[in-house]
């Protein structure tokens, strides 16, 4: 895997209808057929179920590079998403579903 993209800044609308800031990081495949999307700075949530709306809000995001950036760094590769958890000590990623 090669880095395509560090600290790309895009706008999101999450789940509570407030535009936030992230940042994402692509990596591929020399063939290209593959991709990681790396997400970082996506909200949480203070209240309620932290990782689920976690996992909403990275949706959301997705959608956003989906039309924004994804199309033109890897536009057939098979993509995998990680969102690197806010707040750790120890980088920890959950996988997008």
Do not use: C
């Not at 790396?38 to 949480?44: K, P, S």
């Not at 989906?66 to 990623?93: C, M, N, T, Y």
């Amino acid at each position: 895997m090669e880095l395509l993209q560090r600290g790309h800044e895009f706008e999101y609308r999450d789940q509570r209808g407030i535009d936030r800031l992230g940042q994402a990081d692509v990596y591929a495949s020399r063939r290209g057929d593959r991709a990681v999307l790396v997400l970082r700075n996506v909200d949480g949530g203070p209240h309620g179920n932290e990782r689920l709306t976690l996992l909403e809000n990275a949706r959301r995001a997705l959608l956003t590079l989906a039309s924004s950036l994804l199309p033109f760094l890897v536009p057939s590769a098979r993509l995998e998403v990680l969102i690197l958890r806010p707040g750790d000590q120890k980088p920890r990623a959950l996988l997008l579903p």
